[in-house]
């Protein structure tokens, strides 16, 4: 069980990085290391993920079998996340680090440890809305689209707790949109 799951993180981490790091880029040094998120999480390395508005709801057990799925990622300063108008297929978690976003060239927002972005790519494969960029090297839990559709699947009760998250997420978005 556990060289299928290894291969299957192999798998996974070959995935991520292809996604972030497409043929002819030439990444930096620090993005050459992958470490695994299941390694690092006994150890506090990756943030609490109770604090993810996507995640808000979920229980100790559904954190950490979230935290065994996720990839952990270090990227340059100046890397492009996502670009906007891409597909997108992971959600990303800052552990370390801060990134500017941006929609039509314009500065919306600048997001540093703990924040999220990229969580409506695990529900569908939408272009994305805005294109986040790494204005320091940073560290990344990132999920992707499989991951989460298997945990749906897995775990009894997690979709429900999900769409809950959703919902605080957006009344987030609303009350800051009203003032």
Do not use: W
């Not at 880029?25 to 299941?38: K, L, Q, T, W």
């Not at 799925?69 to 891409?86: D, M, N």
């Not at 997420?169 to 609303?174: A, G, K, P, V, Y």
């Amino acid at each position: 069980m556990a060289s299928v799951s290894k291969s299957l993180s192999v798998t996974v981490s070959t995935l991520v990085r292809r996604a972030l790091f497409p043929a002819g880029e030439r990444p930096g040094a620090r993005v050459d290391r992958i470490v695994y998120i299941a390694d690092m999480a006994g150890r506090g390395a990756f943030p609490d993920l109770a604090t993810v508005p996507l995640f808000s709801a979920c229980s100790k057990k559904e954190l950490q079998l979230i935290a065994k799925r996720a990839e952990r990622v270090s990227v340059p300063a100046g890397k492009v996340l996502v670009r906007e108008g891409a597909a997108g297929a992971e959600f990303f978690v800052i552990i370390d680090g801060t990134a500017e976003v941006t929609r039509h060239g314009q500065h919306v927002a600048t997001l540093s440890d703990g924040a999220s972005f990229g969580e409506l790519a695990l529900l569908d494969r939408s272009p994305r809305n805005a294109t986040v960029t790494a204005k320091t090297e940073m560290d990344l839990a990132v999920l992707g689209q499989r991951e989460f559709a298997a945990m749906i699947d897995e775990v009894h009760g997690f979709s429900h707790k999900l769409l809950s998250g959703l919902a605080h997420r957006l009344r987030e978005f609303d009350a800051q949109t009203i003032q």
